[in-house]
């Protein structure tokens, strides 16, 4: 220890031998008591310290800002796991009603994400094709086209003679 | 507390138990109150950083190291930084003139208590905000110059320069007072 470094010290940790570094305390202890030096120059942070212990800033209430801390962790760990618990996705209802079933059909046909074009053509061409599955499932050999032209020209000709009829009520 | 037990608390409040974060609330808020409020003075926000820091503590304990750095040195570095960010945020209110104290009632001993009490507040409150947390962490809080370098990021050189500017800036500003 020299008086260079024990200025050092005493202009950075000041006159209280507890703030010193621990490493050189004990040397800047004992050097402090040989010189004299040393002695005169400690005296003005000694000084210095004295009016630093002297401010003490206003008291902040440790117990009510302790409670306040508490309880707001308190409230935000409550709110998060509520937010957690709402935010989890709800299970997939099955279709039980006509409605449901038909929103189902149409989520299926006309999905929102990933978009697959193939599920609206497909449902721009069920008309034509349930068209074709009816005409294909209609059986018209029961229908003979001799009789049908034969009955047209029976009314045809009875329409004929009633309307003769009308023209001379009175024959 | 010793090292083991606070170590198990930090343990304990990674797994959310609030009665570790009580305890370990209790064992750190008032140094940590004080340092704050001899940081900021009178500022109206000093109890919104005291309260950030200890939320900090609740969701971010994780990224607290037993092995690297006492709790209180990691708290010390949380608050320091929001004070120096509540610096750069917002200008320095007008601090109150001591000349303007009136006596009234109070007798002439206390008031000029009050006075000097004011002046070192303002020289404290006037130095640069890094030579302001040194002094304070070194002076008041009690912290060594391993643990206040560690807060501040700094050597113990660096640290000690700091502690020397400051002191010496004190010195002049506080020359009337002192004669």
Redesign the interface.
């Known amino acids: 220890m020299n008086l260079q470094r024990f200025s050092q010290i005493i202009n950075a940790y000041g006159a209280k031998i507890e703030s010193w570094p621990i490493e050189e305390r004990h040397e800047a202890a004992e050097f402090l008591q040989r010189d004299r030096e040393a002695q005169k120059l400690i005296k003005a942070e000694m000084l210095l310290d004295q009016q630093l212990d002297d401010y003490s800033p206003g008291d902040i209430d440790v117990s009510r800002l302790t409670n306040s801390i508490v309880t707001a962790i308190v409230e935000h760990t409550q709110s998060g796991l509520l937010s957690e618990l709402q935010s989890e996705p709800q299970p997939k209802n099955e279709p039980t009603t006509l409605s449901g079933f038909l929103d189902h059909l149409l989520d299926w046909l006309l999905p929102v994400e990933p978009i697959q074009f193939w599920r609206p053509a497909l449902a721009a061409s069920l008309p034509l094709i349930v068209g074709g599955l009816l005409g294909m499932s209609i059986d018209t050999s029961q229908f003979d086209s001799s009789d049908y032209w034969e009955d047209e020209l029976e009314i045809m000709a009875i329409a004929s003679s009633t309307s003769l009829n009308e023209e001379y009520p009175y024959e | 507390m010793s090292k083991d037990d606070e170590t198990r608390l930090v343990v304990q409040l990674n797994n959310?138990d609030?009665e570790a974060?009580?305890q370990l609330?209790?064992n750190h808020?008032?140094a940590v109150?004080?340092y704050v409020?001899?940081m900021m003075?009178?500022a109206n926000e000093?109890?919104d950083i005291?309260?950030e820091v200890?939320?900090r503590l609740?969701h971010k304990s994780g990224n607290f190291n037993p092995a690297k750095a006492r709790l209180s040195t990691w708290l010390h570095q949380i608050a320091h930084n929001l004070c120096i960010d509540h610096f750069r945020k917002h200008q320095p209110d007008d601090m109150l003139d001591p000349d303007e104290l009136t006596g009234g009632t109070e007798p002439a001993g206390e008031l000029s208590?009050r006075r000097?009490?004011l002046n070192?507040?303002q020289a404290?409150q006037s130095l640069p905000e890094r030579q302001r947390s040194a002094?304070v962490m070194?002076?008041?809080q009690?912290q060594?110059?391993k643990e206040a370098a560690a807060i501040l990021q700094v050597s113990?050189d660096a640290?000690?320069?700091l502690?020397?500017r400051g002191?010496?800036r004190?010195?002049g500003l506080?020359e009337g007072?002192?004669s």
């Open positions: 959310g609030t974060y009580r609330l209790d808020l008032p109150s004080r409020t001899r003075g009178n000093t109890e005291i309260q200890f939320f609740w208590q000097s009490a070192i507040e404290i002094i070194c002076h008041y009690g060594s110059n113990v640290l000690e320069s502690l020397s002191r010496k004190l010195r506080l007072e002192m």
